[in-house]
């Protein structure tokens, strides 16, 4: 199964954001023991590129470890030298995509029209992240996957237990979770387990609302 399959097989890639350095490889192995493989470390951080190295050490062979909020060529770069397999934007530059694809990783571009969904495609990126899809809605993305469904997508921004079923039915490939899924009280006071069971409830969501396309 290639990288991008695997990312996408459980349909949740967690954005890990601006965690404590002392606190973040316990929730990530707090969220692999959940069934959630794609980590997206952001860039935003504390001493990222660090937080990505040590990740990629301790957990490359059970989960997948990318960056996140990446901007510019010079950060795709930087992230995967540090271990980065896979490099998510929040916007659509061609210089990101083609600084990932030059270094054979993958790369998930922020776009937020049909024309950005495209030109992202023809740039190379491997799939776009709609965004935010807080304020798109499933409804777009069912809409925009009619005349570009050839094109793998996912979605962040505002996803929860609530709608993550709707944005899978509406055809995304996965969905990026942060703050619902990174409960920051289970993280302040080191409740791992809970935060393993939260974990599985979002990859049983998705694999229910799969089951159920």
């Given at each position: 199964m290639s990288i991008l399959n695997r990312l996408f097989d459980t349909g949740v890639v967690a954005v890990v954001r601006r965690v404590d350095e002392d606190k973040v490889l316990n929730v990530i192995e707090a969220l692999i023991e959940g069934g959630v493989i794609g980590i997206e470390l952001t860039?935003?951080?504390?001493?990222?590129?660090?937080?990505?190295?040590?990740?990629?050490?301790?957990?490359?062979?059970?989960?997948?470890?990318?960056?996140?909020?990446?901007?510019?060529?010079?950060?795709?770069?930087?992230?995967?030298?540090?271990?980065?397999?896979?490099?998510?934007?929040?916007?659509?530059?061609?210089?990101?995509?083609?600084?990932?694809?030059?270094?054979?990783?993958?790369?998930?571009?922020?776009?937020?029209?049909?024309?950005?969904?495209?030109?992202?495609?023809?740039?190379?990126?491997d799939a776009v992240k709609v965004f935010p899809s807080s304020v798109l809605g499933p409804k777009f993305i069912k809409d925009v996957r009619g005349p570009l469904g050839h094109i793998q997508m996912m979605t962040t921004g505002g996803i929860d237990l609530h709608n993550i079923g709707d944005f899978i039915q509406a055809g995304v490939a996965a969905v990026g979770v942060g703050g619902s899924l990174l409960n920051k009280d289970y993280i302040q006071n080191q409740q791992w387990d809970k935060l393993t069971q939260l974990a599985k409830q979002y990859t049983t969501a998705v694999a229910q609302a799969k089951a159920e396309k």
């Open positions: 860039l935003d951080s504390p001493n990222p590129f660090q937080t990505i190295t040590e990740a990629k050490k301790k957990f490359g062979s059970e989960a997948i470890i990318g960056a996140g909020t990446v901007l510019d060529a010079e950060s795709t770069v930087a992230a995967i030298s540090a271990g980065a397999e896979f490099i998510v934007a929040p916007t659509l530059k061609e210089e990101t995509i083609r600084a990932a694809k030059r270094h054979g990783k993958i790369v998930i571009p922020g776009a937020f029209t049909p024309t950005e969904i495209l030109q992202a495609h023809e740039w190379g990126a």
